[in-house]
T-cell receptor, first 115, second 109 residues
Framework: DAGVTQSPTHLIKTRGQQVTLRCSPK?????VSWYQQALGQGPQFIFQ???????QRGNFPDRFSGHQFPNYSSELNVNALLLGDSALYLC??????????????FGPGTRLTVL | AQRVTQPEKLLSVFKGAPVELKCNYS??????LFWYVQYSRQRLQLLLR??SRESIKGFTADLNKGETSFHLKKPFAQEEDSAMYYC???????????FGKGTTLSVSS
């Protein structure tokens, strides 16, 4: 099992463009969370997907949207890119069982640079 | 408000010296706290979780509700402990982690 995988590794975009980042969860996991990590900061929660629905959302504008597919993989879309969107985007997967929290496993991240 | 504070950006120690990475939190109720580590060129990974009460790679962390702290400790630092360490708090909904800004630990010989 390769664990959580993300693509692409790096991406350069210009202001106003749109971007799509992809994530494949660890085998056996059904829940995907996305985090944004700006330089010098800890990861910040964007949203979480389970059963193809957004389960919870952090404090991010509607320009940030996502999707989860039947195979549990997920996409993060960002519209109308701003310079401040430059960051490392992390995907984390876990499995949902009852009300208990299960460990989130992180991917290597996608480095997005907005010029 | 739910918040995690790591007051030190960088902690430099010599090999064999004790290490304490500080973490303070703000949370209503019983918090669930974690320490994550990121070694150079590796992905973020869980080091320990307070409810498991384990010692991983010689590290321990005790939850002090009175001081709202969850400091990470190791009695004798090793060079391979050099990494970025993040303290994290599970949010009230139990879905997401709230991270501190991280502390870089540098262990030199």
């Amino acid at each position: 099992d390769a664990g959580v995988t993300q693509s692409p590794t790096h991406l350069i975009k210009t202001r106003g463009q749109q971007v799509t980042l992809r994530c494949s969860p660890k085998s056996g996991h059904d829940t995907v969370s996305w985090y944004q990590q700006a330089l010098g900061q800890g990861p910040q929660f964007i949203f979480q997907y389970y059963e193809e629905e957004e389960r919870q959302r952090g404090n991010f504008p509607d320009r940030f949207s996502g999707h989860q597919f039947p195979n549990y993989s997920s996409e993060l879309n960002v519209n109308a890119l701003l310079l401040g969107d430059s960051a490392l985007y992390l995907c984390a997967s876990s499995f949902l069982s009852g009300g208990a929290y299960n460990e989130q496993f992180f991917g290597p991240g996608t480095r997005l640079t907005v010029l | 408000a739910q918040r995690v504070t790591q007051p030190e950006k960088l902690l430099s120690v010599f090999k064999g010296a004790p290490v304490e990475l500080k973490c303070n939190y703000s949370y209503s109720g019983s918090p669930e706290l974690f320490w994550y580590v990121q070694y150079s060129r590796q992905r973020l990974q869980l080091l320990l979780r307070h409810i498991s009460r384990e010692s991983i790679k010689g590290f321990t962390a005790d939850l002090n509700k009175g001081e709202t702290s969850f400091h990470l400790k190791k009695p004798f630092a090793q060079e391979e402990d050099s990494a970025m360490y993040y303290c994290a708090l599970l949010n009230q909904a139990g879905t997401a982690l709230i991270f501190g800004k991280g502390t870089t630990l540098s262990v030199s010989s």
